[in-house]
């Protein structure tokens, strides 16, 4: 891609607020349940239903409000946003157009090395839409199913400022972002299941410009990587039009999956007139400040304060402290294995690397890890005790992780303890010095080789499981005695 | 004064009403009698006034987060005109 | 006097000394429908087989405090298991499976719901001309309109088809046709009846009210549904006083003020003649009483056409044919299905007011119309705060003429909309108003408007209720039976 560009891009995310009722009804949000099972007259829109606020929804966006840097707002209210659709039952959505809850926040995303501040527009509280499922084929003619278990459930709308440059920016932002909600414990953030939800606004300009390009806005990005290669295909479709002299209109466009390609949805969409006004069925807001602070003092430590205390405490690397920090679970497992073995270095590297590796391979959530932080710990301690070496280790982690049963256990069962008691292993070295006089004349003649053929041969005798620290001392030991 | 045409069509399409031909003239005509009437509103300087949304001073009229259990699918959907597999049916969306 | 003629109360006091059976008036109150309903046509559904199991039941078990008094309930309220069609097509078939509060209420308070009554399509209309299947008559000369909303509510308690009803009243529609058809018409502050399963029309001016016969009624009738509602949060958590408490109160000492912009020469000679020699009695009776200027009073009716056409083109919105009421089977596509299935649903009027609502709130329009006229409801909100400051009570004309002719207003529709040119500043301030009749013009009832203050409705009562007993019209429909 030409590098005269520059690619701006805003996102607008959906979270879903993990309350257990929607945001106007009783009925419960639970993701999955049979299609029409979850609704009642007031979220199906009937004739004479009227909306009663769950408190729960706006302590949750006070709560990201504030885990963003947002300010909350004194007064707000919530507004009509009228349009015709069929997974729409009122034919208007509940939202919150000029005085939303939460404005002018930011998070910071680590880009290159440096910190960058993106900045955040606005949160407001909404309310979400049902399902459609699409049906027919070449031969049947085009219907849709609508199933309205979703209508009501409450959403959480967050704005960003086009401050991202490029993919990799915005897929920074998303993770970070998905940190803060996490952390905050104020949705489940599960794109797989829609509780998180994103939409790309995309334009490119050359550097330097001040004025932003023509923008696209960008739907249907089921993933982070969706995000990432949407947007480095839509810049590039900027680009190319604007070297080639077209013009290019703003406009929605869908991504789509299987052809990696983005498509215009001109043709569906007319202009929106949405006819705002304010929602006479809902008394407005009033937030005073005591409840925020109130809410301000429940929150938990968030991701990039548990990132510097990595750092800070434990002298993690930035890179590892910012993996460590990408989940609440994960954080937590981490900090209670430290807490009871005191080596972060170690701890981080097992569970970036084998434990990340083996619950990616089983599609597990570090929730549904069948051992704890407490095993993992004393796995560690006999690790630095010597009583296992580092190899024997990988494989115990694996029996652990595949069982949950103590590494105490398991060497014991398969015989895995290591071998540091030096009288023993010199005994075992004595033998085979005396097997092979030639090896140590060819030691003692200078050739390396021979050092590395002895300690072979102690592993082959004990199975691998000598020390291999201990070995290597003693084995010098003894050469050099028996030598000159 | 009339509204024109395009106005009632343009209106009737965002709020979804097929109007015959005799429907937009006569809508054109009496809509247009009655905004002229209430272009009245224009003598009264309201600059200053903050716009009156809500009668009632109360503010933060919540419910509790509690989950009751939905009406059964047969209940809720028993005025539907046509429902396939448990679902609404609509015809295409364009 | 025959049961259907008698008031709640007189009914109630019957049932008390067991002089009377819940049976009994189920029969008589069925009866009088039976002989004057072909004239007056105020029901949409009559359910008589229930309502004469039910009065036979409760005759066997204690009945609360109706104990099995018959009503009627407009056809906005959802009513469980009967069908509610607010007059429409589009509703036609529709049956919900829930009770509107004040529906409930009633019916947990012993109350025998007898069917639900005519109105105008979705509560737009001031004539009940507007209904999708057939308009009602005014029980004192067919002829006429009984007055809309509202109008079957009205005027089924004038022919004494019922002993009270309820209705909505969203600029005048419990007041217009309480004045024309010489019924007593309360409308409470907006918040003080539930509107949870009312169909709603505009919701910052929507409000259920009581038709009755007397006041006394009126007051025992809002005990049983006035009240704060867990469902409706623009219902307001005030206590409900026992409203029959004020009753006896008297007049001495009121404050009572009149606008002099409600007796204007838009106002019929005879309907202004009758409220000044009401205001005589008041005065004569103790009542202090001047006139006062509401200075923003023809700015009403404009603004009300904004905001609540607006409210009601969203509102109406969810008719769309997909979860319920009429559907239009020959679509092809998901905007023929909307558009279609609405305009075979809709009539004229609800048509006309969905457009010029939508209108009203559409990119360009909407600062010009819909934000200037909630502007100008805050002066009108001005203007009665202001009076209300040295006075207790304001009363006016509730109309500007008696009844009009059927057909007569169905050419222009702003002529039928100046109908409620006195009562909707009551609904824009978000006031309690009641009418009650105060004389006849040319044989037709004229209404008298009392006005209060927010939650203030005991005190209308009282005022309402002396004037009551010093001069009751002792004359009925002469529905020509018996």
Same mark, same amino acid.
Request: glycine content about 0%.
């Given at each position: 891609m030409s590098s005269d560009y520059e690619v701006v891009v805003g996102l607008e995310v959906h979270a879903e607020l993990k309350t257990e009722s929607k945001i106007f009804c009783g009925c419960s949000t639970a993701f999955g349940a049979e299609p029409n099972t979850q609704v009642c007259p007031i979220c199906a829109g009937f004739p004479g239903m009227l909306p009663v606020l769950n408190r729960q929804v706006v302590e949750l966006a006070i709560r990201t409000g504030l885990a963003l840097n947002c300010e909350i707002a004194d007064f707000c209210k919530f507004d009509r946003k009228n349009y015709f659709y069929p997974d729409l039952p009122k034919a208007y959505q509940n939202s919150q157009y000029d005085l939303p809850i939460c404005k002018q926040g930011y998070l910071e995303i680590d880009v290159d090395g440096h910190r960058k501040k993106v900045r955040i527009n606005r949160a407001h509280m909404e309310e979400d839409a049902g399902k459609l499922v699409h049906q027919g084929s070449i031969t049947t003619s085009a219907y849709t199913l609508v199933d309205l278990n979703r209508s009501g459930v409450p959403l959480l709308e967050i704005v960003s400022e086009p401050d991202m440059r490029g993919p990799g920016e915005a897929r920074a932002y998303m993770e970070k972002l998905r940190a803060i909600l996490l952390f905050a414990g104020v949705?489940?953030?599960k794109m797989e299941e829609g509780s998180l939800r994103c939409d790309a606004n995309v334009s490119v300009r050359l550097r330097g410009e001040k004025a932003l390009g023509t923008r696209s806005e960008i739907k249907n990005l089921n993933s982070f990587r969706s995000l990432e290669k949407a947007i480095e295909y839509e810049a590039r479709r900027h680009i190319e039009a604007l070297e080639d002299g077209e013009k290019l209109v703003q406009e929605t466009r869908t991504w789509d999956e299987e052809k990696q390609i983005t498509q215009s949805l001109r043709s569906k969409e007319?202009?929106?007139?949405?006819r705002y006004f304010p929602e006479p069925d809902l008394p407005p807001l009033r937030i005073g400040r005591e409840w925020v602070e109130e809410v301000r003092a429940s929150l938990p430590e968030m991701p990039d304060e548990a990132q510097k205390r990595l750092v800070r405490d434990h002298g993690l690397p930035e890179y590892d402290a910012a993996l460590l920090t990408l989940t609440p679970e994960q954080l937590d497992f981490f900090d209670q294995a430290v807490a009871l073995c005191q080596d972060a270095k170690a701890v981080s590297n097992w569970m970036m690397g084998d434990m990340s590796r083996l619950l990616k391979q089983n599609n597990m959530e570090i929730n549904a890890c069948r051992f704890t932080p407490a095993q993992l710990a004393r796995m560690l301690q006999l690790i630095e005790a010597g009583t296992i070496s580092g190899k024997m280790a990988k494989s115990i982690f694996e029996e652990m992780f595949n069982s949950g049963q103590d590494p105490e256990r398991i060497i014991k069962e398969k015989g895995m303890a290591q071998i540091s008691n030096e009288d023993e292993l010199g005994k075992i070295i004595e033998k085979i010095i005396q097997a092979h006089p030639g090896v140590v004349q060819d030691y003692h003649g200078g050739k390396e080789k021979a050092f590395g053929f002895f300690v072979g041969q102690v592993m082959k005798d004990t199975r691998g499981q000598a020390n291999p620290a201990i070995v290597n001392r003693l084995l010098k030991e003894r050469l050099n005695r028996e030598g000159a | 004064m009339a509204l024109s045409l395009a106005e009632v069509e343009h209106v009737a399409l965002l709020a979804r009403l097929t109007l015959s031909e005799n429907e937009k003239e006569l809508f054109a005509q009496q809509l247009g009698a009655i905004l002229e009437y209430v272009d009245? @509103?224009?003598? @009264?300087?309201? #600059? #200053?006034i903050e716009p009156l949304s809500h009668i009632l001073p109360v503010f933060n009229v919540f419910r509790e987060d509690h989950c009751r259990p939905s009406p059964s699918r047969e209940e809720t959907m028993a005025n539907a005109a046509l429902v396939e597999d448990k679902q609404y049916r609509v015809p295409r969306i364009i | 006097m025959e049961l259907y003629e008698l008031t709640v109360h007189q009914l109630v006091n019957l049932l008390d000394k067991g002089e009377v059976s819940s049976r009994e008036i189920a029969d008589s109150i069925l009866d009088r429908i039976q002989s004057v309903e072909s004239k007056v046509k105020a029901f949409l559904t009559l359910d008589e087989d229930r309502a004469r199991e039910q009065a036979s039941q409760t005759c066997r078990q204690a009945g609360g405090f109706l104990q099995g008094i018959p009503y009627g309930l407009k056809d906005l309220f959802c009513t469980r298991g009967m069908r509610t069609t607010c007059a429409s097509r589009m509703l036609e078939h529709f049956v919900p499976p829930y009770d509107a509060t004040a529906a409930r209420k009633l019916a947990q308070a012993g109350g025998i719901l007898v069917g639900k009554l005519n109105m105008d399509e979705f509560a737009m209309g001031s004539s009940t001309e507007h209904s999708a299947f057939f308009a009602t008559h005014n029980?004192?000369?067919?002829?006429?309109v009984p007055g809309g909303s509202s109008g079957g509510s009205a005027a089924a308690v004038a022919a004494d088809e019922v002993p009270f009803s309820l209705g909505s009243d969203t600029g005048g529609s419990i007041r217009q046709p309480a004045s024309f058809c010489g019924v007593v018409g309360f409308r409470p502050t907006y918040g003080r009846v539930s509107r949870w399963g009312v169909v709603a029309f505009a919701s910052s001016l929507d409000q259920v009210g009581v038709f009755s016969k007397d006041v006394r009624d009126s007051a025992l009738v809002m005990n049983l549904i006035a009240g704060h509602d867990p469902l409706d949060s623009t219902s307001v958590n005030l206590e409900v006083p026992d409203y029959t408490a004020f009753l006896n109160k008297g007049i001495k000492g009121m404050k009572i003020a009149y606008p002099r912009e409600h007796f204007g020469p838009g106002v019929q000679n005879e309907i202004k003649q009758s409220v000044y020699q009401a205001l005589q009695w008041f005065e004569q009776n103790g009542a202090v009483v001047e006139e006062v200027s509401l200075p923003h009073s023809e700015y009403a009716l404009p603004a009300y056409y904004l905001v609540a056409t607006a409210e009601a083109s969203a509102n109406l919105a969810r008719f769309d044919g997909v979860r319920f009421g009429l559907r239009d089977e020959g679509a092809d596509n998901i905007i023929e299905l909307f558009s279609r299935s609405r305009a075979n649903g809709f009539g004229a009027e609800v048509k006309r007011r969905i457009m010029l609502g939508t209108y009203a709130l559409s990119s360009g329009y909407y600062d010009a119309y819909y934000l200037k006229a909630l502007k100008v409801r805050r002066l009108i909100w001005e203007d009665f705060q202001k009076v209300f400051g040295d006075y207790d009570l304001i009363i006016s004309p509730t109309t500007p003429t008696t009844a009009f002719k059927l057909g007569e207003k169905l050419g222009d529709p702003l002529t039928e909309y100046m109908t409620d040119i006195l009562t909707v500043p009551v609904n824009m301030a978000g006031l309690p108003g009641i009418s009650i009749p105060c004389g006849f013009a040319g044989g037709l009832p004229i209404g008298m408007q009392i006005i209060g203050k927010a939650f203030a409705e005991g005190t209308i009562l009282q005022a309402a209720y002396a004037f009551e007993q010093s001069n009751r019209p002792n004359q009925k429909p002469p529905l020509g039976v018996n």
């Open positions: 949705s489940d953030c007319e202009a929106h007139d949405y | 009245k @509103l224009r003598e @009264l300087p309201t #600059d #200053d | 029980p004192w000369d067919l002829e006429r």
